[in-house]
């Protein structure tokens, strides 16, 4: 038979009891509403979305719509909503669930999301979508309630772990599902173990570096979509690609991804300006750069990586904070001890020389210009302690941001800053899942070097309800690898005006795999600037190509030799 | 559902619990619960329990609640009411629970005086529901006449055009039934069948083509000389529970019908 008929005797029941003992009866009126109810309620098309109707002081734009519509209608409710950063995939996957919950066909949901995203997620879907969530705080949370959001760290972990695979779920939601690209982490594990009927995946960058990054996803949502690993690797890895296979992988993609892009979306953005901000060393801060620098041709420090070298150069240009650290940390570790010893203290002596950092003074200096709230983001943890002590000694009020911050702490982060600081000093980790568009004017401290985590910067605040303009300023010391890195992300990739979309296009084309790997080679192990300089163009003759890959199709790709 | 809808619905729902409207104005109405009323939508049970065990007196909630914002005067306070709040489809819910089950009389009008015979009738509304990875409903109500087995489609509607009572009226008195209510439910449920069985049913077809495809990717994914572990297991049984077709048929209410001869 193709179909199951089921009768629910639960009515059946009831009625025959009633009869025996002479009631008792319901009212007729209530019994008349009853029904009146049920023809309200009832969905009489398998076609359509009825949760707008559920919905009416929500503003869903025609985007948004679409998305959940597809994920429901052609997806069959297994997708990756990859919008932009900023478009409102939150509300996609809202709609999708609230969807699902009208029509009776889930149930127990999970939806797993950064730590710090965790109070925001249930607040919304409680407030704008009326779904009773609840934030994930006792073990029996994850039986007794059948809308659940944590963190993904959180879950993985015993207890919950295995409280998690008793459960069946309905439907899974992860936000920021780039964070399961590989799959050899534990993190992807756990999901894949779960007990799935419908799935949804967030990201808005589903593919940071390594087109092997999306086939972890997809096979996550669809094993088998993309073939399996093997015969994948196989057809798509590194050089044997052609245009057509490229076209087949893109088909695939999109039966399952959904990806809106700001110019498509037809909204009013506000405009990005970006201001490089060059810096000029103190002569002590030269000193200190210029000597880590030679580190490199000095025979007894061989053991010394070029990475490591690669690290104390940008933390140089960081603060000279960073740098300490990292020395103590080195002779700490080191085992040839009267080896390095004067060879780090030299250096840590060079830091003791360093009077002012030239970068902080510039910041405070553009801070008090602006005279508005300022989000400064640096990769390092010393950088950023050392801010906010050096922000405070000239009287402008601070608060750090850090991924490692427990949930309630970042909430009260976010708030402080909103209601009563001027700045918040992001490190990169709490870079993610924070939504601070009531703020408009960034400072890059110091670059990340994956393109992709400075779009997820800027995406904090260059988002849906940001109605001012935004302003970058990214600081670049002269003269030193940074100056060149930032040369290469703004001038040659013009990154700062491009939309993520066309970025992670260009990314996949390239496919040569880590992009940060690729840049710690071409500073760290070129033996002089000359090599340097030749890799760099041939970094940019690449991107350059395959940016007209991308907009010349099949005309520039019969170019290619 | 219009707001007029919701508000007229409320007004109903609250005067058939026997509740007190304390106000009943354009946009906006306040009542003041029964306790029984206070104990199914004000989730408080604590409350009730402290107060039978202390004897206090009880103080259900008064609620307001506003279906029309831009009528209500501005010093009005209440929960805003639209199709989407919870608070609707918990009344929504609440009406179902409290008229499951109901017996009825007809008021029949004798010309002679002499007695009127009431015929029995079991009435059930269902709902069907189809549902693989997409859902729908459909709304029928039945009746089947407990003496002669005539089924009638529509049943509820048909009701709604006569007077009832939950007593029995003078001058009136009830035929016993042949039919047995609960055969009566198997010969409904029977009919049910047989009709959903000629439908056409494309639908599932299509979710087992789907379901079919699925599986084909999952299996093609784990033939990579990999061991076919839990999660295999696991996505396996997640596809059936996505995809497999199925049509569930329950009752929302029904009940007993005395009627007379010509009524449906």
């Known amino acids: 038979m193709v179909v199951d008929i089921k009768f629910d005797s639960s009515w059946e029941e009831g009625f025959l009891e009633r009869i025996n003992q002479d009631g008792p009866w319901a009212n007729w009126e209530l019994y008349k509403l009853a029904i009146e109810a049920e023809r309200h309620t009832v969905i009489e098309e398998f076609d359509g979305l009825i949760a707008p109707k559920h919905l009416p002081h929500l503003t869903i734009l025609p985007h948004q719509l679409e998305a959940a519509r597809k994920v429901v209608e052609n997806m069959n409710g297994k997708a990756i909503l990859a919008d932009e950063v900023g478009l409102g995939k939150t509300i996609e996957a809202g709609l999708v669930l609230k969807e699902y919950m009208i029509r009776g066909l889930i149930k127990k949901v999970l939806i797993l999301v950064p730590a710090s995203l965790v109070t925001q997620w249930t607040r919304e879907l409680n407030e704008k979508f009326f779904i009773p969530a609840v934030a994930q705080k006792k073990s029996y949370v994850w039986e007794e309630c059948d809308v659940v959001v944590s963190s993904l760290d959180t879950a993985k972990r015993s207890p919950h772990r295995e409280i998690i695979y008793q ?18 982490t534990k993190n992807y594990e756990f999901v894949q173990n779960l007990k799935k009927k419908f799935c949804l995946l967030l990201t808005a960058t589903p593919i940071q570096n390594k087109i092997s990054e999306i086939f972890n996803l997809v096979s996550l949502l669809k094993p088998g979509h993309l073939g399996n690993e093997s015969a994948f690797n196989r057809k798509y890895k590194k050089n044997s690609r052609s245009i057509k296979d490229d076209e087949h992988l893109r088909e695939l993609i999109n039966k399952v991804m959904i990806r809106n892009r700001r110019k498509e979306t037809g909204i009013e953005w506000t405009e990005r300006h970006v201001e490089t901000v060059p810096i000029e060393f103190t002569k002590e801060e030269r000193e200190l750069y210029d000597a880590i620098t030679a580190l490199r041709s000095d025979n007894t420090w061989m053991s010394l990586s070029p990475f490591s070298i690669m690290t104390l150069q940008r933390e140089a240009c960081s603060s000279r904070e960073a740098v300490y650290i990292t020395l103590k940390n080195m002779l700490a570790k080191t085992e040839n001890k009267d080896l390095f010893q004067s060879r780090i203290q030299d250096l840590l002596e060079k830091v003791d020389k360093v009077r002012t950092n030239s970068k902080a003074q510039k910041a405070l200096q553009l801070i008090k210009s602006i005279n508005d709230k300022v989000i400064i983001f640096t990769e390092y943890r010393a950088t950023q302690l050392y801010l906010q002590w050096f922000l405070k000694q000239h009287g402008i009020t601070s608060v750090p941001f850090r991924g490692g911050f427990k949930r309630g702490k970042k909430d009260w982060m976010k708030e402080l800053f909103q209601k009563h600081a001027q700045v918040l000093i992001a490190t990169e980790a709490g870079g993610e899942g924070i939504n601070l568009q009531f703020c408009n004017h960034i400072i890059n401290f110091d670059l990340p070097w994956n393109p992709m985590r400075l779009e ?67 500073f760290g192990y070129s033996a002089s600037e000359g090599e340097m300089r030749i890799k760099m163009e041939n970094l940019t003759a690449m991107i350059e190509l395959a940016q007209q890959m991308k907009e010349g199709g099949n005309r520039a ?5 | ?58 103080n259900p909630a008064k609620l307001t609640f506003i279906t029309d914002p831009q009528r209500t005067p501005k010093n009005i306070k209440g929960e805003k009411i639209h199709f989407g709040s919870p608070r609707l489809h918990q009344i929504f819910q609440s009406a179902k629970k409290l008229a499951g089950y109901i017996r009825l009389y007809e008021q029949g009008r004798s010309a002679s005086g002499r007695g ?26 039945i009746g089947l006449h407990l003496i002669n087995g005539r089924m009638v489609e529509g049943f509820h509607d ?5 007077d009832l009572t939950p007593k029995i009226p003078d001058y009136s008195y009830t035929i016993s039934p042949l039919i047995m209510p609960k055969s009566g439910i198997l010969r409904i449920k029977n009919f049910l069948r047989e009709e959903i069985l000629r439908e056409d049913h494309q639908w599932a077809l299509e979710a087992r083509q789907r379901w079919e495809k699925d599986l084909k990717l999952l299996e093609h994914f784990y033939e990579d000389g990999k061991e076919k572990g839990e999660s295999y297991h696991n996505e ?22 005395y009627l007379t001869e010509n009524a449906v």
Not at chain 1, 468 to 485: G, P
Not at chain 1, 500 to 514: H, M, P, R, S
Not at chain 2, 158 to 162: A, E, I, M, S, V
Request: aromatic fraction near 10%; hydrophobic fraction near 40%.
């Open chain 2, 236 to 257: 396996k049984e997640a596809l059936q529970n996505q995809y497999e077709p199925k049509i569930i048929i329950s009752v929302i209410n029904g009940g007993l019908f």
């Open chain 2, 1 to 58: 559902m219009q707001q007029a809808e919701i508000h007229e619905f409320l007004v109903r729902f609250f005067q058939a619990n026997g509740c007190e409207l304390i106000a009943n104005e354009d946009g906006w109405l306040t009542v003041q619960l029964t306790v029984d009323l206070d104990k199914e939508l004000m989730n408080r049970p604590f409350y009730w329990h402290y107060l039978e065990k202390t004897g206090g007196t009880p």
């Open chain 1, 167 to 184: 459960q069946e779920y309905d439907l899974v939601i992860i936000d920021e599902a780039h964070k399961l690209k590989n799959n050899k």
């Open chain 2, 158 to 162: 048909r009701l709604l055009q006569l």
């Open chain 1, 456 to 522: 997820q910067r800027i995406g904090r605040v260059h988002r849906l309800g940001q109605e001012k303009d935004v302003y970058i300023y990214n600081f670049a010391t002269k003269d030193t690898v940074e100056e060149h890195v930032l040369k290469l992300l703004y001038e040659k990739i013009s990154l700062f005006e491009k939309v993520i979309g066309e970025l992670d296009d260009i990314l996949t084309k390239l496919d040569f795999g880590n992009f940060e790997d690729y840049l710690t080679d071409v």
């Open chain 1, 557 to 561: 790709a019969s170019g290619n030799p």
């Open chain 2, 116 to 141: 009127i015979p009431l015929f029995p009738w079991l009435g059930l509304n269902v709902k069907i529901s189809y549902q693989c990875d997409r859902k729908k409903d459909i709304l029928r109500s």
